[in-house]
């Protein structure tokens, strides 16, 4: 299992004491990020067996890495709305088209759900570092074109409280390699 932009590795932490994943690459651009993952983890600390399961890498998802193929399922955790719009197909290549799992799971923000936060003024992001937040339109045709250029089905649902005017918080895409689904 591949965490494309792991961050801290706040997923990676939620899934190492399962035992059904045997192989966990949490992969990032910063190796800040990296060295506050392996701090999580406890990296040091841990058993021979456990810490075998998890390597950490330094990694641009815009660039095509050998080191990321290979591997059944990618989450890419609130990390696309981090890359500026015009490297989206550079990402897009990389994991859809080279790196190609067979099951891809990405998170980003609703911009449209935005109105509900207090304190977020109008047209304002939720982090200071997103380049941008897809509306669930947006988000859908992004889905669709992605999956029809590199060869995935996927379906779009919504993570959490789905409001009946804004949508949920935040939209979820299981991306599913077409000759896998066969």
Not at 29 to 41: D, I
Not at 125 to 150: I, K, L, M, P, S
Not at 154 to 167: L, N, W
Request: hydrophobic share 40%; charged share 25%; with cysteine.
């Amino acid at each position: 299992m591949l965490d494309l932009g792991c961050g801290g590795g706040a997923l990676l932490a939620t899934l190492i004491g399962d035992r059904r994943f045997t192989e966990m690459v949490g992969s990032d651009v910063s190796t800040q990020a990296l060295t506050l993952a392996a701090r999580r983890l406890r990296l040091d600390r841990l058993p021979e067996r456990q810490r075998t399961r998890v390597t950490l890498r330094q990694s641009a998802l815009t660039y095509r890495d050998e080191r990321l193929c290979g591997y059944d399922a990618a989450v890419l955790m609130e990390v696309v709305e981090h890359v500026d719009p015009p490297r989206l197909p550079a990402l897009e290549d990389a994991v859809f088209g080279y790196a190609r799992p067979t099951t891809v799971v990405v998170t980003t923000p609703n911009v449209e759900h935005n109105v509900r936060y207090e304190g977020l003024p109008a047209g304002a992001f939720r982090h200071a570092d997103h380049r941008f937040e897809w509306t669930r339109a947006e988000f859908a045709d992004w889905v669709r074109r992605v999956g029809a250029t590199y060869g995935y089905t996927a379906v779009v649902h919504g993570v959490g409280p789905d409001d009946p005017e804004t949508g949920a918080p935040t939209q979820l895409a299981v991306f599913t390699r077409a000759e896998a689904a066969r």
